[in-house]
């Protein structure tokens, strides 16, 4: 099975953060998909976390080549179709790119990121809001509407425990 992954669940994984686990859970055995914008979009939140004071320049490079050793199949996206997306939904470009890539291939998408998780469920992106039971962990935590008591997923920044 693929599953597309966007830089919130790369980071979470390479990082160390609490949703690491969960991001592992909901990707074990897929082969992982994500559009070619990923390694900048990655290299972009290393830096913002460094000017946000959450990471030591010395450990900027050792993450960027973790990320770097991580099987994923980088694929293009039809850009006009991801803009008007963009576009009709208010979000970034980047975070479109991934819902196109989702929506065009029709696999499930694994993001710690809730703005676009509730994008994702008007456009019936797969496993972003109704997932398979293995996806499920990530698809329930924080943002408007879900269960009390879990965190808010939504901050600015990548979605990793650190932007927000």
């Given amino acids: 099975m693929e599953v597309v992954v966007d830089a919130s669940a790369l980071l979470a994984v390479v990082l160390d953060e609490p949703e690491r686990g969960s991001v592992i859970a909901a990707t074990v055995g897929a082969t992982l ?3 070619m914008a990923l390694p900048y979009e990655v290299g972009n939140a290393l830096v913002a976390l460094r000017k946000k004071n959450l ?10 080549e973790t990320t770097q050793r ?10 006009d179709a ?15 790119y991934y819902l196109h890539c ?14 676009m998780r509730e994008v ?14 293995r996806l499920a962990p990530l698809a329930d935590r924080g943002g408007r509407g879900e269960q009390e008591g879990q965190p ?7 979605g990793c425990t650190r932007c927000r």
């Fill in 33 to 35: 998909i994500s559009p």
């Fill in 55 to 64: 990471l030591e320049e010395a450990e900027i490079l050792p993450a960027w």
């Fill in 70 to 79: 991580i099987p994923i199949q980088l694929v293009p996206v039809q850009m």
């Fill in 82 to 96: 991801a803009l008007a997306l963009a576009l009709a939904h208010g979000i970034y470009a980047y975070d479109a």
């Fill in 102 to 115: 989702s929506l065009s291939r029709r696999r499930p998408l694994v993001t710690l990121d809730r703005k």
């Fill in 120 to 133: 994702a469920r008007p456009e019936r992106v797969p496993g972003a809001w109704s997932p398979p039971a």
């Fill in 152 to 158: 808010d997923l939504g901050a600015p920044g990548c």
